[in-house]
């Protein structure tokens, strides 16, 4: 069964440092999500991507944040100047069809550690 | 915006109970929920889902139940199994963006 995967499941960096986390979507899948779970907490949507551009944000997503799909398989979240705050797991998320009554379907997640 | 509250937070029944888990939501607009459980280590995972124009879902052991007027929808499972145990998390949606609840460890007793 096709699956979503991340890599990689676990990313310590230091506080300023920018980080890049990666999502292979499922290949037929057009539509392309971020989330965030700080630990304990709620899952989170941050960005839906599709056709090459943001289709939504969430105020989470601020400056700091941009997503890419450098080629045609990757889909990335990059965040340039991580703070203590950011540590959470990260889900990409990818789905067939964009109405957000559409399955999504989760990847594992990256553990991110910002010290 | 959507709010969604989740209860219990922690659920500890023995194998072969059932497990009710409940969520509300305020957006009248919503008219998709889903239900994710997530085991350790691993991304949430759609079990099952409801749209608006039903009322209750059935899945082997597991059933959604949705009633509009309350706001409120609900995870049943029957004949738990320790396999079970996981947080999980209902959403609601369908327009825009899910918005998704706290979360329920459930804990299945051998």
């Known amino acids: 069964e096709p699956e979503v995967t991340q890599t990689p499941s676990h990313q310590v960096t230091q506080m300023g440092q920018e980080v890049i986390l990666r999502c292979v979507p499922i290949?037929?899948?057009?539509?392309f999500y971020w989330y965030r779970q700080i630990l304990g907490q709620k899952v989170e949507f941050l960005v839906s991507?599709?056709?090459?551009?943001?289709?939504?944000k969430s105020e989470i997503f601020d400056d700091q944040f941009s997503v890419e799909r450098p080629d045609g398989s990757n889909f990335t979240l990059k965040i340039r100047s991580t703070k203590l705050e950011d540590s959470a797991m990260y889900f990409c998320?990818?789905?067939?069809?964009?109405?957000?009554?559409?399955?999504?379907?989760f990847g594992p997640g990256t553990r991110l550690t910002v010290l | 915006g959507e709010n969604v509250e989740q209860h219990p937070s922690t659920l500890s029944v023995q194998e072969g109970d059932s497990a009710v888990i409940k969520c509300t939501y305020s957006?009248?607009?919503?008219?998709?929920f889903p239900w994710y459980k997530q085991e350790l280590g691993k991304g949430p995972q759609l079990i099952i889902d409801?749209?608006?124009?039903?009322g209750e879902k059935k899945d082997q052991r597991i059933a959604v139940t949705l009633n509009k007027t309350a706001k409120h929808f609900s995870l049943h499972i029957t004949e738990t199994q320790p396999e079970d145990s996981a947080v999980y998390f209902c959403?609601?949606?369908?327009?825009?963006?899910?918005?998704f609840g706290r979360g329920t460890s459930l804990i299945v007793h051998p």
């Open positions: 998320a990818s789905s067939l069809g964009g109405r957000y009554s559409d399955t999504q379907y």
């Open positions: 290949s037929n899948h057009l539509y």
């Open positions: 991507f599709y056709n090459n551009e943001i289709s939504e």
């Open positions: 957006d009248s607009a919503s008219n998709y």
């Open positions: 409801i749209r608006s124009n039903v």
């Open positions: 959403a609601a949606g369908g327009s825009y963006i899910p918005t």
